[in-house]
């Protein structure tokens, strides 16, 4: 099975700043990497495939990024509604796995 | 608008059984690949299941394979996920998702999620 490895597991930051968060893979996948929004009580969102491509409705300040088994999701301009969960998930073979999750709090 | 409902969550004793649905509106559910994901309390997400459009390929996660079953019937615009030998470890909220294909669908990938259901093994 392909592991997923978020760090970190969580961060503070503030409205207006840009967080980075960081997912690696046990082995290489490709760019078969999306990442999700979850936020508390609710479903997952999907925010980003193949690595870097946007889903439809996504704003601009999600961008995902790398190949193989470093992978990357920057925000910027971090606003009160992106406070929230983010998980990444691989693709690329069964069984699916995911990371483990980076809550992302308000400083 | 796509839509997604999840329901048939409650409280089972353990090794009882239980059958998830998941009722899709607002696209061509037949051509879709469908999946299950489950959330423990306070925990990440985890794969479990996928179907293909016409149910012709399924894959489980391994420590379900045997006790959880995903089917879809497309008339109904409705996935299944029933569920037996059921254990304390298997509470959780369980989402369904559409999935979208890359060209040719050798890779498949999350597109629309349900709002879940909660399942509660408990005695």
């Known amino acids: 099975d392909i592991q997923m490895t978020q760090s970190p597991s969580s961060l503070s930051a503030s409205v207006g700043d840009r967080v980075t968060i960081t997912c690696r893979a046990s082995q290489g996948i490709s760019n078969y990497l999306a990442w999700f929004q979850q936020k508390p009580g609710k479903a997952p969102k999907s925010l980003i495939y193949a690595a870097s491509r946007l889903h439809v409705g996504v704003p601009s300040k999600f961008r995902g990024s790398g190949s193989g088994t470093d992978f990357t999701l920057t925000i910027t301009s971090l606003q009160p509604e992106d406070f929230a969960t983010y998980y990444c998930?691989?693709?690329?073979?069964?069984?699916?796995?995911f990371g483990g999750g980076t809550k992302v709090e308000i400083k | 608008e796509v839509q997604l409902v999840d329901s048939g969550g409650g409280l089972v004793q353990p090794g009882g059984s239980l059958r998830l649905s998941c009722a899709a509106s607002g696209f061509a559910f037949s051509s879709y690949w469908m999946t299950w994901v489950r959330q423990a309390p306070g925990k990440g997400l985890e794969w479990v299941a996928n179907?293909?459009?016409?149910?012709?390929?399924?894959y489980y996660m391994n420590s379900m394979k045997g006790r959880f079953t995903i089917s879809r019937d497309n008339a109904k615009n409705s996935l299944y996920l029933q569920m037996s030998s059921l254990r304390a470890e298997d509470t959780a909220v369980y989402y369904c998702?559409?999935?979208?294909?890359?060209?040719?669908?050798?890779?498949?990938?999350?597109?629309?999620w349900g709002q879940g259901t909660l399942v509660t093994v408990s005695s």
């Open positions: 179907i293909k459009q016409d149910g012709s390929e399924k």
């Open positions: 998930q691989q693709y690329e073979s069964y069984p699916l796995t």
């Open positions: 998702a559409s999935l979208y294909c890359t060209p040719g669908c050798s890779k498949i990938y999350f597109h629309q």
